[in-house]
């Protein structure tokens, strides 16, 4: 119980839920997943549900199976101490309403408790540091990728290649960028120039003329839809992962201090 109270004092739920809150991580692939999730609500709600039986032993024994459960706690979750906590109020419970010869079982499932919250302690903070480490490298590689090179290359399609997105991304991008410069390139050529590249039109008179010239500008416009969809969506890249960047650098600043926190509560 002490145990308990001394790491809800120094800490408290609250930091646990400000990092939930502040700590969302934008990447799945280098970064474990903080979104809110309560990994151990079904065994929360088991623990709050449990009652006295009609005969002390079983009640005992129910706790008992409550504190074997608490042993496969998920440390992922920043409420994982609410179990324990729990469980520390159903001891105090039976200890003041069951009989007394049970009061040593009561005492050694006390500090079973107490045994099992430091384990899942420690597990929570290797969780914990393994986070920080996955940030600072996603940071890392982040910090690598010049977003100004990264522009230049979204111009020529290489965007998803540049930040090693899915084949997907990398032939819809390559497909729109060759098929857009193709299309502005004979675009433009036909429209500065109609009379040497009208093709198998004929051109008799100035209407003959304009024909070809919006025939360039139609041919330019087609190769903006393939264009402009895969230059819109390389911007977009480009921004998120500065937002994400950035979003990053807060989030290991809040698990760091939460860290510091952690390792300080006793």
Same mark, same amino acid.
């Given at each position: 119980?002490?145990?308990?109270?001394?790491?809800?004092?120094?800490?408290?739920?609250?930091?646990?839920?400000?990092?939930?809150?502040?700590?969302?991580?934008?990447?799945?692939?280098?970064?474990?997943?903080?979104?809110?999730?309560?990994?151990?609500?079904?065994?929360?709600?088991?623990?709050?549900?449990?009652?006295?039986?009609?005969?002390?032993?079983?009640?005992?024994?129910?706790?008992?199976?409550?504190?074997? %459960?608490?042993e496969n706690i998920?440390?992922?979750?920043?409420?994982?101490?609410?179990?324990?906590?729990?469980?520390?109020?159903?001891?105090?419970?039976?200890?003041?309403?069951?009989?007394?010869?049970?009061?040593?079982? =009561?005492?050694?499932?006390?500090?079973?408790?107490?045994?099992?919250?430091?384990?899942?302690?420690?597990?929570? %903070?290797?969780?914990?540091?393994?986070?920080?480490?996955?940030?600072?490298?996603?940071?890392?590689?982040?910090? %690598?990728?010049?977003?100004?090179?990264?522009?230049?290359?979204?111009?020529?399609?290489?965007?998803?290649?540049?930040?090693? =997105? @899915?084949?997907?991304?990398?032939?819809?991008?390559?497909?729109?960028?060759?098929?857009?410069?193709?299309?502005?390139?004979?675009?433009?050529?036909?429209?500065?120039?109609?009379?040497?590249?009208?093709? @198998? =039109?004929?051109?008799? @008179?100035?209407?003959?003329?304009?024909?070809?010239?919006?025939?360039?500008?139609?041919?330019?416009?087609?190769?903006?839809?393939?264009?402009?969809?895969?230059?819109?969506?390389?911007?977009?890249?480009?921004?998120?992962?500065?937002?994400n960047n950035v979003?990053?650098?807060?989030?290991?600043?809040?698990?760091?201090?939460?860290?510091?926190?952690?390792?300080?509560?006793?």
């Amino acid at each position: 119980m002490s145990l308990v109270n001394a790491f809800i004092n120094q800490i408290g739920r609250e930091i646990g839920r400000e990092v939930y809150r502040n700590a969302r991580v934008r990447s799945s692939k280098h970064i474990p997943s903080l979104s809110y999730t309560d990994f151990n609500k079904d065994f929360s709600n088991e623990i709050k549900s449990f009652e006295l039986a009609t005969y002390d032993k079983i009640s005992v024994r129910n706790l008992i199976n409550l504190i074997e %459960k608490s042993e496969n706690i998920n440390p992922r979750s920043f409420n994982w101490q609410d179990c324990y906590i729990e469980l520390d109020n159903k001891i105090d419970f039976c200890k003041e309403h069951l009989d007394k010869e049970h009061l040593d079982k =009561l005492e050694s499932l006390d500090q079973r408790n107490s045994m099992n919250f430091s384990v899942a302690k420690e597990r929570h %903070k290797t969780f914990i540091g393994q986070t920080i480490e996955n940030i600072k490298l996603e940071i890392a590689n982040h910090e %690598k990728r010049n977003p100004i090179l990264a522009f230049t290359i979204s111009l020529l399609g290489f965007n998803p290649i540049f930040y090693k =997105l @899915n084949f997907g991304k990398i032939f819809s991008h390559l497909f729109g960028t060759v098929v857009g410069i193709i299309c502005f390139y004979y675009g433009y050529i036909i429209y500065i120039d109609p009379i040497g590249h009208h093709g @198998n =039109l004929l051109i008799n @008179n100035d209407a003959d003329l304009t024909k070809v010239k919006n025939l360039g500008i139609t041919i330019i416009v087609i190769g903006s839809i393939f264009y402009l969809p895969v230059l819109i969506s390389s911007i977009k890249r480009i921004l998120i992962e500065q937002k994400n960047n950035v979003n990053n650098k807060e989030t290991l600043i809040t698990l760091t201090d939460y860290q510091d926190n952690l390792n300080k509560s006793k």
